[in-house]
């Protein structure tokens, strides 16, 4: 787990590199090319504080600066043509509802409990239990739904749905070999293990691609197109502190 705290510390635990990577750089786990296969498995904890208040871009340099120092890591980046998902509208139209005023806390994220239940507006919220996997939230724009369903399919995913507005997002599905990106079951960072069955379900939910189907209105389609990548030149197991 990252996590960015107020004027600039960052702190991880058990982290591996390719979420750290990740994080620095702003991508998903499918736009890193190349590494080996440690940087998925390889837990690292690191607390780090800059000497002078920081904001969030500049805790990501941080981070950036010090994968180079004590990863030894060399990227450079690519545009690839790659497998992609198109998100369009189903036969129907979108059956998403309306932004609910007051369905969320539209205070400072940082002010929130880490405990609270309570998503702030335009986050989706992913959970996973043994009955399921739920994605909620409110006040969602299009562009935030499609960085979390890229993230779950382990897949860009390229809007062609048409719509402008924020919704309400509700949706219940089963995880299955299509969701790759899923964390592992029973934690919410890292993704699942290459192989690895999907947890016990209830089988009576639909898969993701019906879901998003019957509950939203919206459709995921296969395709290809350009995709930026980082691609991993160099990297070294850090010594130990």
């Known amino acids: 787990m990252v996590r960015a705290q107020p004027g600039g510390r960052l702190t ?3 982290a591996p590199l390719l979420m750290l990577i990740q994080n620095a750089y702003a991508v998903q786990a499918y736009q890193v090319v190349g590494g080996p296969a ?3 498995t390889d837990g690292y904890d ?4 800059p000497e002078s208040q920081a904001d969030r871009p500049q805790m990501w340099l941080m981070l950036q600066t010090l994968l180079a120092d004590r990863f030894k890591l060399t990227l450079h980046r690519e545009t690839r043509e790659l497998p992609v998902y198109a998100l369009t509208t189903a036969r129907g139209g979108i059956k998403a509802q309306p932004s609910n005023p007051g369905a969320c806390p539209s205070s400072d994220q940082s002010a929130l409990p880490r405990s609270s239940a309570m998503t702030p507006c335009g986050m989706v919220r992913v959970t996973m239990a043994a009955a399921g996997v739920q994605m909620e939230g409110s006040k969602i724009p299009m562009a935030e739904f499609i960085r979390v369903l890229a993230g779950l399919m382990g897949r860009p995913v390229i809007d062609k749905s048409g719509f402008t507005g924020e919704f309400e997002v509700h949706v219940s599905f ?3 070999e299509n969701t ?3 964390p592992r079951a029973g ?3 890292g993704p699942a293990e290459p192989g690895a069955p999907p947890p016990a379900a209830d089988p ?3 898969n993701i691609f019906a879901a998003l189907q019957e509950q939203l209105g919206l459709r995921l389609a296969s395709a290809k197109g350009p995709v930026e990548v980082l691609v991993m030149d ?3 197991r850090p010594a130990a502190n």
Request: glycine fraction near 8%.
């Open 174 to 176: 089963i995880p299955d």
């Open 46 to 49: 690191i607390e780090a504080k």
């Open 187 to 189: 934690g919410p960072s």
């Open 234 to 236: 160099h990297v070294e």
């Open 12 to 14: 991880t635990e058990n």
């Open 180 to 182: 790759m990106g899923m």
């Open 38 to 40: 440690w940087i998925n």
């Open 204 to 206: 009576n939910l639909p």
